[in-house]
């Protein structure tokens, strides 16, 4: 089974950090997204990749960056975390067609103080 | 842009009950494929069923089930024989290259 790891379940990080998120996958998929996830407003697309070393802005990037220099590997930044970041954060891989659905990590919940 | 509405935001049905999630999308697209997802309560979101748009027949999984009507725009999702661990946020969502989502269905299977 395809796997996505993020590294962290549970995140609590101070106003003004600088916050990583990681994710990996296992199975070299060419496509991985960050969605942010929040009560009554659904997922929301915040970076995607759809190759190493590319990165595309969703509908919500601001006070976010992203890195991927692995294929395996896509990391979410937040420059200076501020409480209104406080939020769940779903990380997700697919194959390059369309045709295929998402596999999402297990979500990283960051709460920021 | 697309945008998918899923209009129930809350949903609860009986075990071993059928029930009905809705889904409506807009596009322009003409090649796209559309995604059930579930996800139980803190747990991992995974998907339950697929539907590609050039094909007319309904797509199946066991007790999963959906009516698509592509010039409706209209992607629902029936659950026959309702089950305890059916319970969970469904979303609807719509990809042509990366995937837009809807808001969620929350479903409660009551014992």
């Known amino acids: 089974d395809v796997k996505v790891t993020q590294s962290s379940r549970y995140l609590v990080k101070r106003t003004g950090e600088k916050v990583f998120l990681e994710c990996v996958q296992d199975m070299d998929h060419e496509n991985m997204f960050w969605y942010r996830q929040d009560p009554g407003l659904g997922l929301r697309l915040i970076y995607f990749s759809y190759d190493v070393k590319m990165k595309e802005k969703g509908d919500i990037p601001e006070g976010y960056s992203v890195s991927r220099e692995k294929k395996e590997r896509f990391s979410l930044i937040l420059e200076s975390a501020s409480t209104n970041q406080t939020s769940m954060y779903l990380c997700?891989?697919?194959?390059?067609?369309?045709?295929?659905?998402?596999?999402f990590g297990s979500g990283t919940r960051l709460t920021v103080v | 842009a697309q945008t998918v509405t899923q209009s129930q935001p809350e949903m609860s049905v009986q075990e071993a009950e059928t029930v009905t999630l809705s889904c409506t999308y807009d596009?322009?697209?003409?090649?796209?494929?559309l995604f059930w997802y579930k996800q139980p309560p803190s747990r991992q979101m995974i998907l339950v069923i697929r539907q590609e748009a050039y094909k007319q027949q309904n797509a199946t999984e066991n007790r999963f089930s959906v009516n698509f009507q592509k010039a409706a725009k209209s992607f629902s999702l029936k659950i026959s024989d309702s089950q305890l661990g059916d319970t969970a946020m469904y979303f609807c969502a719509f990809r042509a290259g990366k995937s837009t989502f809807g808001d969620g269905t929350t479903l409660t299977v009551k014992p």
């Open positions: 997700a891989s697919t194959p390059g067609h369309r045709t295929y659905g998402y596999t």
């Open positions: 596009t322009s697209e003409n090649n796209y494929y």
